[in-house]
């Protein structure tokens, strides 16, 4: 798929077609990541930084799992 580079006041931005935000699932005023890989770049809606974020929480959640089910009675 061809995207064209367009002013945006005075910054540079792409138009996504429809189709493409479809296919990412995505809206207007949605988050999208860009992510350097060696094959170019990577449009995704996945945060890697808030993927690790939730990995440690769900580590600490099933270490600490009676501690924080006392903590909820």
């Known amino acids: 798929m061809k995207l064209k580079v367009t002013a945006i006041g005075n910054s540079a931005g792409v ?3 429809k ?4 296919r990412l699932r995505v809206d207007k005023g ?3 990541y860009a992510l350097e890989t060696p094959d170019g770049i990577r449009l ?3 945060d890697p ?3 690790a ?4 929480a769900e580590k600490i959640m099933r ?3 009676e501690l924080l089910r006392k903590l909820a009675q």
Not at 53 to 56: G, T
């Open 15 to 17: 138009i996504l077609p």
């Open 19 to 22: 189709e493409l935000l479809a």
């Open 30 to 32: 949605d988050e999208l």
């Open 44 to 46: 995704t809606t996945y």
């Open 49 to 51: 930084v808030f993927a």
């Open 53 to 56: 974020q939730m990995e440690v």
């Open 63 to 65: 270490e600490d799992r």
